[in-house]
């Protein structure tokens, strides 16, 4: 008997939407096309879109250090109720995920209080090159991270000879914060104290452009890659677009979204994030960039911080917001919107993570490949309400907006883990297994 058929949806299968079942055993898809056998569950996905298991590649949870403000179960449970059924964790947590031990831990601590599946990122220092050199099958390790401008936490390789070592030894993808730290240290004299309209002046256009020109240079001279996170300016869409192959970048939702000065006059501090968000001419230029498949992935960069600390007075507040939980549903309502298609966000959040980092049996409804599903209903219009968010923040700077396009459905490994909002049974996610080589 079958563990779960998903009947009567639209499956999407080799970039189309076919009428097909899915059916499930043991956590893989067994069988694609009219199933007639039995199953223990069923669901009835009818006028929906069956998705692969959608992967949001930038999260931080927090755990260890400011797990009153997430930890890797808040986390995951975020993740699941917005259609997310895989996340990579960042390492910029206190201490820092940035040796052996510190990963193992990290591990430990999310086996059984995960829902969603996992990877982690190692965390490059200007000392730990031998460790960044032995990556290659270590488990449940998606990739470096290298923080080139000082952001939430300590972890900070600011020399060029320093950052030069890490890709000379680095044996994975090379995530990288691209803010130049001199340059952030310069501009420190432009930060006006209670108006955070100056944070991106602060943390200015010349400030990102510069680090990422030279993390290109870097990386390609040592051919390694690349994938440079959250990118905000005009001048970076249009620099990276002539650098592709071993060079891959990112774009948040928020930044496809929300822009200034609207954003920070209706949020303050709650709109303030590293990088920042800009004018609408960079917001305009981002969207270029969607539509002309520059970028590589859609990563929520979930950096939830408490009110509390949110409510100071700028620049005495944390960057970072919550956005795990809404990446689906903000970026199905541009696609209803008519500003990207339904095959670029599955290039987004399925295919080119799967490309990129290597992952193994993830990111397509293929038979034989972990059974891992978004089902999202495309004409369904929720309001995002922060009593709604499972971050423990409990906020999001989405509260009030109406979204056209939502999950309904999020199953891993065959299990049903969230039903129209509601999360269900055991945090029993797994780490993400990874090809060996990616050079």
């Known amino acids: 008997m079958l563990d779960l058929i998903i009947k009567n949806g639209q499956c999407y299968i ?36 069956v998705l692969p298991g959608c992967i949001d590649t930038q999260t931080h949870f927090r755990e260890p250090g400011s797990t009153d403000t997430e930890d890797l179960h808040s986390g995951s449970r975020a993740a699941i109720a917005g259609g997310i059924t895989s996340v990579f964790e960042m390492p910029n947590t206190n201490p820092p995920t940035s040796n052996m031990k510190e990963f193992q831990r990290k591990l430990d601590l999310a086996k059984n209080r995960m829902f969603c599946n996992y990877a982690f990122y190692f965390g490059a220092t200007a000392d ?20 080139a401008g000082s952001s939430t936490g300590n972890l900070l390789v600011a020399e060029e000879d320093d950052i030069d070592k890490v890709f000379q030894n680095a044996s994975k993808v090379v995530a990288v914060h691209s803010e130049d730290e001199a340059i952030l240290n310069v501009n420190k004299k432009l930060i006006k104290e209670g108006d955070v309209h100056t944070h991106p002046v602060w943390r200015s256009v010349e400030c990102a452009i510069a680090s990422t020109r030279r993390i290109v240079r870097i990386a390609e001279k040592h051919n390694k890659k690349a994938h440079v996170l959250h990118i905000t300016t005009k001048e ?37 994030m590293n990088p920042p968000l800009r004018d609408k001419s960079h917001y305009d230029r981002l969207w270029y960039g969607v539509r ?43 696609i209803n919107d008519g500003k990207l298609s339904l095959n670029q966000l599955m290039n987004f959040v399925c295919e080119n993570p799967v490309k990129i980092f290597g992952i193994k049996n993830k990111g397509f409804i293929k038979e034989g490949y972990d059974a891992d599903f978004t089902i999202v209903d495309m004409n369904k219009t929720i ?43 055991d945090p029993d996610g797994t780490p993400l297994r990874f090809s060996q080589s990616l050079q």
Do not use: R
């Open 292 to 334: 002309n498949n520059f970028n590589d992935t859609i990563g929520s960069d979930h950096a939830p911080h408490l009110k509390e600390n949110k409510n100071k007075v700028y620049p005495n507040t944390p960057s970072g917001m919550p956005g795990v939980q809404t990446l689906m549903p903000v970026m199905l309502n541009h």
């Open 383 to 425: 309001e995002i309400q922060n009593e709604n968010i499972e971050s423990k923040c409990k906020w999001s700077p989405f509260n009030g907006f109406k979204f056209k396009g939502t999950p309904t459905h999020t199953i891993i490994s065959g299990k049903i883990k969230m039903q129209d909002g509601k999360i269900l049974g």
């Open 128 to 147: 730990n090159a031998d460790d960044l050199a032995s990556l290659e099958g270590l488990e449940g390790c998606c990739g470096i991270k290298l923080f």
């Open 14 to 49: 080799d970039g189309e939407l076919k009428d097909v079942d899915v059916a499930i055993k043991n956590g893989k898809i067994q069988k694609i096309g009219q199933i007639s056998e039995e199953s223990k569950e069923t669901i009835n996905a009818e006028g929906q879109t």
């Open 236 to 272: 970076e869409i249009d620099f990276l677009s002539q650098h592709k192959g071993n060079i891959t970048f990112e774009i948040t939702p928020q930044h496809l979204t929300l822009y200034a000065p609207d954003c920070y006059d209706k949020l303050g501090t709650y709109a303030q």
